[in-house]
């Protein structure tokens, strides 16, 4: 099954996908939680408010 209409026009086959600069390096107070990351859930207490 198809997701996308065909290009046939001649404006829509050179068309590439947007470019975008690179995105800047992440705050030090940042961490990046993994997939892995369901045994770790348990350690974090959960929000009160």
Not at 26 to 47: F, G, H, K, M, N
Request: net charge neutral.
């Amino acid at each position: 099954m198809k997701t996308c209409p065909r290009k046939t026009q001649p404006w829509d086959i050179k068309c590439r996908p947007t470019v975008y600069a690179p995105l800047p390096p992440l705050p030090p107070e940042w961490t990046v939680v993994s997939s892995d990351a369901d045994a770790s859930d348990a350690a974090v207490p959960p929000l009160t408010p």
